[in-house]
């Protein structure tokens, strides 16, 4: 039994055809596969351009004032520094997405300043020596050419002394050379580095800044006040600190869902319980954004791969592409049954048979169906910013994300919910600056907003705000700064009573153009949040399985062994092993050997006789007559 | 972990396993032993005593009664005589009170204990165990007594009928059913407890008590015993095993599509997962030949399989195997694993493959590999797009094995992949008991190994062997002799002389100087270099191990048992080779 460590595979010898071959010949439950996933890349390389342009234009910012930085520390000629010029670069808890970051900021450094960039983390660095080995290496791009360090003669032993392996002057040497305008060193996990090695790389940095011109960049994902704490005060005074935040990965992942999911521009999405699963697992867990995208993308994969429907999302699909097979599970979708439930409640049962009978009548409906569905949910996804742009503008408390909005629109929950109605009531009360800047924002989102009429209402409004003369702005009937409480005392009884103030023409003119946007709002929102889970198609237009998302990305190898080993017949499906005892499975003399020794493992104790488990054992196996044998 | 076996601790008490079994049985047993003491009690007191309780009717009483139903005897014509003698009012005056107040006092007192050790925890709970074991006896039969009172007997359980049960859970056992029962039966009052106190609870310590029973030595299976039980057994699972793997072949091509979108793949579940990486390496293989820059060629893909498990797997080999994979022989390679990997990264950037290479890498959480460098190179090595990684984890915990960051680099996608197939390359058996039992060597299968290996040695090195074997069974047999002389002769001296030459273990062997003297005065071999060409032999195949003792000279020996090394001493001078 010779296991080899690595090798390249080879095939046996052995020709196993004819067994394949059998297998092809049934039914193929891939059928049309190719379709379907060319389709899947064309749909997944749209949403892939958005979630680039996306990140991209998320920490551009950052990267843009960090490079902006290193080229302003650049040493000017005669004026010695006195201090490391230092980017404190706070990146967020989320340790997955620095590397990423920090590669990318090399790049746009590289790119547009004169400058070496190097990144040491901290798995690389455990001491100085070889800390600054790997910044050499990196900075001087020099392939090493042996294992053995330290007593490598170098090219300089005719200048001088042999230098070191890690000597600064390596540096110097190529710094000469290069003339590069800075050297910046990057410390990607700085909370991860040893302070004394800190501590030591500063002071060295400081020693050499007459001839070398670093820059140093440390990446924090606590606080810059705990990196300060970390340095003692002489290393602080070598330092010239500014501090600099990146762009938060939960932001970026509210940023991504609006541009991916809940963009009105889709032609798939995932449905909102997925979709709170994976912002759930972004909050509660991992904090990366690499880990949504990845998540989002298996849903599309699976999606495309699972479901033999899809291939009706292939763009301008022909009828004489599609396989009656195709029609056939359409015909079983959970949706076309209730659609032609519903159907035959408004008797049309000869729609009915024509849907059930005739494939390309199914075909003409199914594509009308289709691209009606594709338009209801992304006037879903259209109404959910709106919504969300309307309460950020009005400045509503407590202040809720699109993705938030967006996963309750699209689970059917927001049609007639107290936050729909509290919404639409402040807009009633809005005055009119208010109203002004809303409008303003509302134009400035690139949705769809015309079945508002709300350029009509800008113009309505702007002249009301102009011919306005009071000093105050225009208020709506309903703002409740028209009202005024009164008391009446009749009878030693107090009363109460509300009052509207009189109001002005321009007032009523206001209020009626508040109300009527209002209406026009309300019946917006009410057309547009629909439950899309009665959409007939929604199994194809909405991806929302639960099922291979969690195993593959959460899985539970320890519950998995345990349960393979606690009831064997979970997998194995045997006859011999199955518990009778309404599923908890009794130690029966069948189960794997290894199955019986971990459940009689279970009901020991802390300490375990082995002489008592090997009897037990020996009880329930019968003849085996030694647990060596059980592994 | 610790919860789930803490929880069933506190289900002992109704899963009819043999352990609890056996102890229910015993508590069974004094119960019987308590009513046939009750039964037996009126007849040695007075007849009184027996007609107190049915007129006073206590608790106790009808349990008596009851308890004399069950029996089958009761009601006696006896009882009846008695009654006559004795008036009721007598009776309970009698010492049947004291009894049973006394019964009373310490039921009380044991309640009062029971509350104390749950506020105090049990920390002195073997001191006590006596008392206790009396308290709960007196407690469940209090229990008894109230049951027979409510409702009188309980219905017998109505067995399930058995019928056959699909893959999978079935309905209705989820921990609803047996938090009821639990409820039912736990004795203590373990309800109601903040969270943190739950844990605690549920996480005492104690109870830690094991027998004092010892695996005797001689039931000890030896190598041959071993290699022709495991020859012999049948796996009773075979069909199911097949099935199951099947099952995961159905997914072959499910995991090459998620290779080819980017991600990697992880296998995990109980039973090796050798033989689907290899079903998978196959379908790959195959796959792969029948596309483009292979079809209709002589080239072949290259899969790169690496066993993790193989002792001294090193992360070199593996770079140096991947970039065999990736790039022409002629280019030089760097020597340091990080350099070499990084070299490969940039290669791959610069020649990107036709299709990104496979990695098939059995157990990715081996201990070789779990070393804190190897990480994080094949995290980078996984994180670049010209790679697939395809890899298997043995260990239930393996993902603690990655940080954040390096899970996002692993880009990893996770399938169950239960086997139930046995461990065989990735455990070996042989060489942890051998371990367990404190015993030293590989062994190479055993006698018929060295057999084997020695038929493909020419002459002189097998008449080394056998000097060298039977120097060190003498050298055993004085060691035995030693031990009878010093332990009086019962049947037990062998277990002695075995303990005392392990214990004498350093001394175990034969030195070189006189092995080498015995094999020159044999003529096995003339020079040095010669003796030690010979060894160099049987070390290559581990059938010997040479050991400095306290002095410091060197010893060399055979791996094996006296029974063993009997067999083959047998075998070498029979001609059997």
């Known amino acids: 039994m010779e296991h080899e460590r690595c090798y390249i595979y080879t095939p046996p010898e052995a020709e196993e055809r004819p067994s394949k071959r059998q297998r092809t010949s049934d039914f193929n439950p891939q059928s049309q596969l190719a379709e379907r996933l060319s389709t899947y890349r064309k749909i997944w390389a749209q949403q892939e351009q958005r979630i680039q342009a996306t990140l991209e234009e998320a920490d551009s910012k950052t990267q843009e004032k960090i490079v902006n930085f290193v080229s302003a520390s650049a040493p000017v000629e005669n004026a010695p520094q006195t201090s490391i010029p230092t980017g404190l670069v706070v990146a967020g808890p989320s340790i997955a997405s620095h590397g990423p970051f920090f590669a990318r900021l090399g790049r746009s450094i590289r790119d547009e300043t004169n400058s070496a960039y190097v990144v040491l983390t901290s798995a690389e660095s455990p001491n100085l020596k070889t800390l600054l080995k790997n910044l050499i290496k990196r900075v001087t791009s020099r392939i090493e050419e042996d294992d053995d360090d330290d007593i490598r003669p170098t090219a300089s032993s005719r200048h001088g002394p042999k230098v070191l392996d890690f000597d600064l002057s390596h540096v110097q040497e190529w710094q000469k050379k290069n003339r590069t305008r800075s050297i910046v060193v990057a410390l990607q996990d700085s909370e991860a580095f040893d302070t004394r090695i800190l501590i030591e790389l500063v002071d060295l940095f400081h020693c050499w800044l007459d001839r070398l011109p670093f820059v140093l960049l440390v990446g924090i994902a606590t606080s810059t006040e705990s990196f300060e704490d970390r340095l003692s005060g002489k290393s602080i005074r070598y330092l010239d600190g500014q501090k600099f935040d990146v762009t938060q990965s939960d932001v970026i992942i509210e940023k991504l869902f609006s541009a991916t999911v809940a963009n009105t521009d889709v032609p798939v999405r995932i449905g909102p319980d997925l979709s709170r699963r994976l912002l759930d697992r972004q909050k509660d867990h991992v904090q990366n954004v690499h880990d949504f995208i990845d998540g989002l993308k298996y849903a599309y994969m699976s999606h495309f791969y699972a479901s033999y429907p899809t291939v009706l999302l292939k763009e301008k699909v022909a009828f004489k592409d599609l396989s009656s097979e195709a029609f056939e599970a359409v015909r079983n979708l959970p949706s076309f049954k209730r659609w032609v439930e519903e159907l035959l409640d408004n008797n049309q049962a000869h729609d009915v048979r024509k849907l059930l009978e005739s494939d390309q009548y199914l075909y003409q409906q199914v594509t009308e169906h289709i691209e009606s569905g594709q338009n209801a949910l992304n006037t879903l996804s259209n109404a959910a910013t709106l919504l969300t742009c309307i309460r950020e503008s009005l400045q509503m408390a407590p202040s809720i994300r699109l993705s938030n909005i967006w996963t309750r629109a699209a689970a059917g929950e927001l049609s007639g919910a107290p936050l729909l109605r509290e919404t639409l009531l402040s807009v009633k009360k809005a005055s009119s600056d208010k109203l002004a800047p809303l409008f303003a924002s509302l134009k400035e989102l690139d949705i769809d907003t015309s079945p508002l009429d709300q350029d009509i209402f800008q113009k309505e409004l702007e002249k009301l705000v102009e011919d306005n003369v009071g000093s105050g702005p225009l208020r709506s009937q309903d703002d409740v700064r028209n009202d005024s409480l009164r008391t009446t005392v009749i009878a030693q009884k107090v009363l109460l009573s509300k009052h509207k103030a009189a109001l002005s023409e321009q007032d009523k003119a206001y209020s009626s153009l508040v109300a009527r946007f209002n209406d026009g709002l309300e019946r917006y929102f009410a057309s547009a949040f629909i439950d899309p889970r009665t959409l007939f198609l929604s199994e194809i237009l909405m991806y929302d399985l639960k099922s291979p998302h969690t195993e593959v990305f959460q899985p539970k190898p320890r519950f998995a062994m345990e349960r393979a080993l606690a009831s064997p017949h979970d997998y194995l499906g045997c006859d011999c092993c199955s518990g009778k005892q309404g599923g908890e499975s009794i130690l029966s003399t069948t189960q794997p050997a290894t199955a019986i020794l971990y459940q009689l493992y279970l009901e020991s104790g802390t300490l375990i006789n082995v002489s008592d488990l090997w009897s037990a054992f020996n009880a329930i196996a019968g003849d085996d007559e030694d647990e060596s044998k059980t592994m | ?577």
């Open chain 2, 1 to 577: 972990m610790a919860s789930v076996k803490r929880k069933r601790h506190h289900d002992d008490a109704e899963d009819a396993t043999p352990r609890k079994l056996r102890t229910r049985a015993a508590q069974e047993e004094e119960e019987n032993d308590d009513d046939e003491e009750g039964s037996e009690e009126p007849d040695v007191q007075t007849p009184s005593r027996r007609q107190a309780p049915a007129v006073n009717a206590t608790p106790r009483s009808i349990l008596k009664k009851g308890g004399l139903f069950n029996g089958g005897n009761g009601a006696t014509p006896k009882s009846t005589r008695k009654l006559v003698f004795e008036t009721p009012s007598k009776a309970a005056k009698d010492g049947t009170t004291i009894v049973r107040n006394a019964d009373r006092s310490a039921r009380r007192k044991s309640n009062r204990r029971f509350i104390e050790r749950t506020l105090n925890g049990d920390s002195d709970e073997e001191a006590l165990d006596e008392e206790e074991a009396l308290a709960e006896q007196i407690l469940s039969d209090q229990e008894e007594a109230a049951d027979d009172q409510e409702g009188g007997q309980p219905e017998a359980a109505v067995p399930d009928t058995p019928s056959k049960r699909g893959r999978g859970r079935p309905k209705g056992s989820g921990t609803g059913k047996k938090s009821k029962l639990r409820k039912e039966r736990s004795p203590t009052p373990p309800q109601h407890l903040p969270p943190h106190e739950e844990y605690f609870y549920q996480n005492r310590p104690g109870g830690a008590k094991t027998s004092n029973n010892t695996l005797s030595a001689q039931s000890l299976l030896n190598h041959d015993e071993y290699f022709s039980t495991m020859q012999t057994y049948a796996e009773r699972h075979e069909p199911e095993m097949e099935f199951l793997l099947e099952l995961h072949s159905r997914a072959h091509d499910q995991w090459i599509f998620e290779l080819e979108e980017g991600f990697n793949i992880c296998l995990y579940g109980y039973g090796s997962k050798r033989p689907i990486t290899e079903a998978f390496t196959a379908h790959l293989y195959k796959q792969l030949i029948g596309q483009e820059p292979y079809k209709g060629t002589k080239k072949t893909p290259r899969i790169v399989v690496i066993n993790g498990y193989a002792p001294g797997t090193t992360l070199k080999d593996i770079l140096v195997t991947i970039a065999s994979a990736c790039m022409p022989s002629s280019i030089k390679l760097p020597n340091q694993p990080t350099a070499l990997l990084n070299f490969i990264l940039d290669y791959l950037f610069d020649h990107e493959p036709a299709h990104p290479i496979p990695i098939i890498l059995n157990s990715i959480d081996s201990p070789y590999l779990r070393k804190s460098p190897a990480a994080m190179l094949l995290a980078a090595l996984a994180a670049h797009p010209s790679i697939n990684l395809v890899c298997t984890a043995d260990t239930p915990t393996f993902p603690l094995l990655w940080d954040v960051g390096l899970k996002a680099q692993y880009k990893f996608l996770f399938h169950d992949a239960t086997t139930f197939a046995p461990y065989d390359a990735e455990i070996d058996v042989v060489e942890s008991v051998n371990e367990l039992l404190g015993r030293s060597g590989r062994r190479i299968g055993g006698r018929d190994g060295v057999g084997f290996v020695l038929r493909s040695l020419p002459e002189n090195a097998r008449a080394l062997f056998r000097i060298l074997v039977t120097e060190q069974l003498a050298l055993l047999y004085m060691d035995d002799a030693g031990g009878e002389v010093d332990a009086p002769a019962t049947p037990k001296n062998k277990k002695v002389a075995t303990a005392k030459t392990s214990a004498s273990e350093s001394n175990q062997g034969v030195e070189y100087r006189t092995l080498y003297h015995k094999a020159v005065e044999e003529f096995v071999c003339s020079s040095e270099v010669g003796f030690r060409t010979l060894l160099k032999e049987f070390h290559d195949h581990q059938m010997i191990e040479s050991r400095k003792d306290a002095m410091g000279t060197e010893r060399l020996f055979v791996p094996f048992r006296q029974e063993e090394l009997e067999g083959l001493a047998e075998d070498l001078s029979g001609d059997a080779l």
